[in-house]
């Protein structure tokens, strides 16, 4: 449920992306890789909008999952540890209380930086936003953001995310104020810790970077920040 709240943006803009241009919300992984025939039978794993794969356990009182990864760039969810996928299956300990839950390289996922009880009361969470590079290093996304509750919306904003190189960029539509600020931008899959960063800290055993930084939803943004 924490992780449904913290990714219920990037839930509402994979719904909005679905209306607009028929793009499932809710995908099989032969939608993601066609071209890998491994994936055609599998039925137990799904994307949820464009890199969140989710892995359940599916046995009863089971402790342990066996999935599939792709032959990609993914990162556990949480810690954000990179995991090269090699096109075969993996098996990992699960809790009861836990469910396996990988980052799709290649994506920039808006979310909040933490959870909370209610929609009501997540609106007033500020967004981080990780970034997992691809095996080229970019990685894109989006953001859909409205006043959650109109039929009809007065004012949109439609923003979209880039990074390649080092560079990270926030462009598109700006319109609606959700009166909450980008707190802190997550940079998965980093290998040492860059220099003159100021704000930063970094996670050497799971190779992450995180800045904090206070970056209104309202205008366009751009930084470097590896």
Known sequence: MSIRYQLLDYMYTAVYRQNQTGLPTLNPL??????????????LQLFLGDGILVSPVTEENSTTVEFYLPDDQFYEWGTGKPVRGEGSYVSAEVDFTDITVHYKGGVVYPQRVESANTTTALRTKGFNIVIAPGLDGCASGSLYLDDGSSVVQDTVSEIDFWYESGKFSMTGSFEYDAGVNVETITLLGVESEPEGLE???????????????DVPLTGRYEATIA
């Open 30 to 43: 032969f939608f993601n890789y066609p071209e890998d025939a491994n994936t055609y039978p599998i039925d």
């Open 199 to 213: 704000h930063a800290e970094y996670d050497a055993d799971n190779k992450k970077l995180v800045l904090h930084v």
